[in-house]
C-alpha cells in the first residue's frame, strides 16, 4: 500500500503556520472591538486607540516568537 499525501519538508514551517492564527484572530477581535468602543464613547479615542495598540503589539509579539521557536530547535 503507498503513501498517497506525505508531509516533506520541515514540520516546524506547518507548526508556525498553525501558530499564526491565534495572533491572526487576536489582532481580529482587538481592532473589532476597538472600532465598536470608538462608536460608542468618541470623546475616548485617544486612551481606546492607545490600548488598540497595545495589544496589537503583544499579539505581534506572540506571532514573532512562534516565526522564532521552529529555528531554535
Given amino acids: ?3 498517497l499525501a506525505a508531509v516533506t519538508g520541515d514540520l516546524g514551517s506547518v507548526g508556525y503556520g498553525l501558530a499564526a492564527i491565534g495572533p ?3 489582532v481580529g477581535i482587538i481592532f473589532g472591538n476597538g ?3 470608538l462608536a ?7 486612551l481606546i486607540r492607545a490600548n488598540q ?6 499579539c505581534e509579539a506572540l506571532a514573532l516568537i512562534g516565526l522564532v521557536m521552529p529555528f531554535v530547535y
Avoid at 460608542?40 to 485617544?46: I, K, L, M, V
Fill in 40 to 46: 460608542r464613547q468618541p470623546e475616548a479615542a485617544g
Fill in 1 to 3: 500500500m503507498s503513501n
Fill in 53 to 58: 495598540i497595545l495589544g496589537f503589539a503583544f
Fill in 35 to 37: 472600532t465598536q468602543a
Fill in 24 to 26: 491572526g484572530v487576536g
